[in-house]
């Protein structure tokens, strides 16, 4: 999906160690398509700090919204 929006082949990919991110299967395929794989150090939020930041954006954005609505925090998943 990325390469497609930008037209550049993934390189490399920084993540936390979740285990869609560490399963064989997503290893296996990051292998397979020449994509070096790089796990942070466990607790350590502040090595990704770039995907770190864009969550917390986003989660200010979601309760602005519902706040700014009167929305039921229920609402959470369809607002993100």
Known sequence: M???ETNKQIK???????????SAEFMEYC?????KCFLTAP???QQNG?????????????RA???GKNMPEKFWAEAV
């Not at 490399?12 to 560490?22: N, P």
């Open 2 to 4: 990325v390469e497609k």
């Open 12 to 22: 490399a990919l920084r993540s936390d160690r979740g285990g869609e991110f560490t």
């Open 31 to 35: 292998e397979e398509q020449g994509i």
């Open 43 to 45: 607790y350590s939020p």
């Open 50 to 62: 770039v995907a770190e930041r864009k969550n917390r954006t986003i989660l200010d954005m979601v």
């Open 65 to 67: 919204m519902l706040k």
